[in-house]
Structure formats: C-alpha cells, structure tokens
C-alpha cells in the first residue's frame, strides 16, 4: 500500500479520463499483448519522436535489449556510455558480454562530448564493433546531433537512451528522434507511465519489423509454429497502451507543470547557496535537480525530507563508481562525481501542489 500523506518523487499522475479509457479497452474485449490501442499509442509515439516506427513494449530496457539483439551485440563489442546515468541504459549491453566504457558529464550532466571523441579514438582500434549508447538525463536532451556526427565519423552504432525525456524537444529534434534506434520509458515515475512500458523508436522499416517480431517469439508467417530464431516476448498489452494513450494527452500539461515546479525551487533555494544543472533547450524538466552548497548539506537536505515523509533520492550514482563496474575503463569522472556527491532529485510529480513545494522550500532553507 502506499504511504498516506507522503509526497513521492514523481509519482504517476492519473485520473478519470486514465480510468475511462482503460475501461474501453477492458470492455472491447482485447485484454492481449495486441489489439487497436497499442497499434494507436505506436502511431502516436512514432509522431511525437518525428520517427517512421515506433514498437510499444514492456519497459525501456526490453526496448534497449531489442537494440542489442538488433546490432548483435556480444563480446566482440564495445559499448559507450555516460557514466551519469542509470543502470538500465548499459544493462542489456553488459549482459550481452560487452565491453563497457564510461565517459564523464559536461556541467548540464549529459555526456562530455570531448571525452567522448577520446573514447572512440582510443576503442576504434580496439574493436570494429563500437555502439554508443547516448542519454538525454533527466528529460535532458544530450548533443545528440554532434554525437551522431562523431558515431559516423568513427563507425560506431548510436543507440539513444530517451527513457527520461520524452516530450523534450531540443534543436536536434524531438527526444527520440536521434539515433539509429531510440528508447523510451513508460515506467510508474518516468514523465507519463503505462505503470510499466516502454518502446522501440527508429526509421529503418526492416528494423523495425526485426525488432517486432522479436518482440513476440519470432514466429515465421507459416499456418504452424515455424522459427529461425528465438524471440523475446517483450510486447506491450492492449489496456496498458489505452492508459498510455491518455497520459499522452496529458504530457504538454505535466511539463508546463513540472516546468513551473522547477521554476518556483530556482527562486526559493538559489538565496541559500543552491546551484541547478544549467537549462537545456526544451527539456520535459522530468525531475528538479538541485546541487546543494556542499555534501554535507545534501546529506542534511534528505534526513530533513525523509524526517517530513518527503521522498527526494540522490542523483545516479555514476556508473564507474559501481562495484560491479569496478573493472570498467572511464574516461575523466569527476564532474559526475561532484553531481553525485551534491545533487538531489526534488518532488517533482505533475500533482505535486504549490503548498507541498512550500513547505519542501522550508524545510530546505533552514
Ligand atoms: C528508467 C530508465 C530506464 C529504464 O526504463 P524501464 O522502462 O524501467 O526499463 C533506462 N534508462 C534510463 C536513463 C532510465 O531513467
């Protein structure tokens, strides 16, 4: 059960239209990993990401696997990402066997494009088989473009991690739109929710079509189970992608709104010695990051949130920092680090009341 009265990071927001719409999918009888609402919400997010083909699946994760199955990811290849992010974006890869390398933050907290044009010089020679898996952090959109340019300049694959950005829109385009193949989330906190889910973004119709049969079990077009391969079973429900449906609808009014949140802690905390991650052109502004003065008073900042039955967590914690990459190779680290070490993600719900981000100010300032 959910705690009463605790405000929550960025907890789904969902209301009648949500539950009507739900009830019309429920009602048209097609309860199944298929049916009209998912075909509509593919249509729908394929628009949004200005992209030919979009396939709806369980999470950004299965999506980010169906990228991997799709290039052949295995250990012959090395796989470059931001060290800034979450774990999802290099999990498919690192259970594929690849060799994984992180590469630091510039200040907005997306990946150093410098550092990363370091990292593909060192690795080209090293692999002929070279994937960069890009992040727009934090409803963010990285320099997509540029990364694009170097990935071709040095031959490497450029997926794009958009779990945390869609509806941004940045000078390269819609989130979603770069890359040879982008991934959104849908999961309960991401910007808009199906309580899970996630999909498939790209141009290529043959990839797509790969990437949606191996989203089922890669049955052949035979009257019997016929199979050249073996497939996933990541395909997204019917009544979840009605639920989708309805959250998109929503999604330029949760991001006025959680622009306006962001707005309002800028003002409130800036006087006490907080800094923010610099504004980037068209971000969904997902989550409110705040860089307290000092560790300390980060660390203060949380006890005091937790205390109030407040849920604020800590920034990512940067990839190279993780005992399970302890081996892995990065490239420069300290700026994420300094993130890490001062940054809170704030409340940042589209529910979240002026009232509840008052008393969130309060308890900060003093
Ligand atoms: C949430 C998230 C994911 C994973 O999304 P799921 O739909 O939960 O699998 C991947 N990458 C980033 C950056 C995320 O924030």
Avoid at 162 to 178: F, K, M, R
Avoid at 249 to 262: A, D, G, N, Q, T
Wanted: aromatic letters at 10%; glycine letters at 8%; hydrophobic letters at 40%.
């Amino acid at each position: 059960m959910k705690n009463a009265g605790r405000i929550y990071l960025s907890p789904p927001c969902t209301g009648d239209e949500e539950r009507a719409v739900i009830a019309k999918a429920f009602d048209s009888g097609y309860i199944a990993p298929c049916g009209p609402f998912v075909d509509e919400f593919e249509k729908r997010l394929a628009k949004l990401a200005n992209r030919k083909f979009a396939v709806a699946v369980s999470s950004a994760t299965a999506a980010l696997d169906l990228a991997m199955a799709e290039y052949g990811v295995d250990e012959t290849w090395v796989v470059i990402a931001p060290t800034l992010t979450f774990i999802a974006t290099v999990g498919p890869a690192f259970h594929r066997g690849a060799r994984i390398v992180f590469v630091d933050s510039d200040e907005t907290g997306n990946i150093d494009i410098t550092l990363l044009e370091e990292a593909l010089k060192e690795y080209r020679s090293f692999s002929p088989h070279l994937m960069i898996i890009g992040v727009d952090l934090y409803g963010r959109c990285s320099r997509n473009g540029e990364i694009a340019r170097l990935a071709l300049r040095y031959g490497a694959k450029f997926i794009l991690d958009s779990a945390e950005a869609v509806g941004a829109i940045s000078e390269d385009g819609p989130a979603g739109s770069q890359g040879e193949m982008a991934v959104f989330s849908f999961n309960g906190n991401k910007i808009i929710t199906t309580s899970g889910g996630g999909a498939l973004l790209c141009d290529d119709e043959d990839k797509a079509a790969r990437a949606r049969k191996r989203s089922q079990q890669s049955r052949e077009n035979m009257p019997w189970y016929e199979h050249k391969e073996v497939g996933y079973n990541y395909r997204m429900s019917n009544i979840l992608a009605a639920l989708g449906l309805a959250q998109l609808e929503k999604l330029p009014r949760f991001i006025e709104r959680k622009k306006e949140i962001c707005r309002r802690y800028k003002e409130g905390l800036s006087p006490f010695g907080w800094e923010f991650l610099p504004s980037v052109e068209g971000e969904n502004y997902w989550l409110t990051i705040a860089l307290a003065p000092s560790q300390d008073a980060r660390d203060n900042a949380l006890r005091k949130l937790e205390q109030a039955n407040i849920e604020a967590r800590c920034v990512w914690k940067p990839m190279h920092l993780q005992s399970v990459f302890a081996q892995a190779r990065v490239f420069g680290g300290k700026v994420s680090e300094n993130l890490f070490n001062r940054g809170i993600c704030l409340p940042s719900g589209s529910g979240l009341s002026n009232d509840d981000i008052e008393r969130i100010l309060l308890l900060l300032c003093h």
